[in-house]
């Protein structure tokens, strides 16, 4: 649409300004990026999201347009062409609840692993790996969720295997089993490397594990008396 201003706001460490970066990308649309100091969020983050002040912020001729799934649901309905959603109703809903499945429950669990220590963390692993052998099932044998094309379960959750692995690597707790979710180690790079354009704006895995080091440091000496 000609005219059209895209502008996102986000933080380049955060998974959820990645899914919009993907679905930004997929459907080809073009938008400016402005990079967020969280510690010092800049006025247009609290003006165009006052209630949560929060990242992703997807402005849209100057409309904002805050929470990432809802903002994958408005890229979706506004710009029609790449769907990311199956046109079949049943397979839509089908989307859209392991999108909420993820961020209700494994989601919660891989960050909660990282962030709390002892019974409580080892309580919460246990139910991150629960949540994703749940996932790994429905899966299945197949490259994507979106089967033979990536679709919307990709775009909003595929990253979470990344930040898993990262989680493991620093508190040494193991989350995704190869032999048990074989699918699911393999789901990430399976994204990538379909969709080279969306590599491009996906930051090294390295340059994110030496960045939640340093964020876990931070936890560890603020938690200690």
């Known amino acids: 649409m ?6 996102l706001l986000g933080y380049w460490a955060s998974p959820f300004t990645l899914r919009v970066h ?21 006025s247009l983050l609290l003006q165009y999201n006052p209630v949560h002040k929060k990242i992703p912020i997807l402005v ?15 890229i979706e309905e506004t710009w029609k062409h790449n769907p990311l959603l199956p046109e079949d109703p049943y397979e839509r809903a089908k989307s859209r609840f392991w999108a ?7 989601v919660p669990g891989i960050f909660g692993t990282f962030s709390k220590v002892g019974e409580e963390q080892q309580k919460t692993a246990k139910e991150a790996r629960d949540n994703l052998k749940i996932l790994e099932g429905e899966l299945g044998r197949k490259r994507f969720f979106g089967d033979t094309k990536i679709g919307f379960m990709d775009v909003a959750c595929a990253w979470i295997i990344c930040w898993a692995q990262i989680v493991e ?8 089993d190869a032999e048990e979710m074989p699918s699911l180690v393999s789901w990430f790079q399976n994204v990538l490397e379909a969709a080279p354009i969306l590599k491009e704006c996906t930051p090294p895995k390295d340059k ?13 000496a603020s938690a200690s008396p």
């Open 2 to 7: 000609a005219g059209e201003k895209v502008k």
């Open 22 to 42: 993907w679905a930004l990308k997929i459907k080809g649309i073009e938008y400016d990026y402005q990079e967020e100091d969280l510690p010092n969020k800049s």
């Open 60 to 74: 849209h001729n100057g409309k904002p347009i805050a929470e990432s799934l809802v903002i994958l649901e408005y």
């Open 100 to 106: 909420k499945f993820v961020d209700d429950k494994c």
């Open 169 to 176: 690597e620093i508190v040494d707790i193991k989350l995704i």
């Open 208 to 220: 994110l594990l030496e960045h939640n080091k340093g964020f876990y440091k931070m936890l560890v």
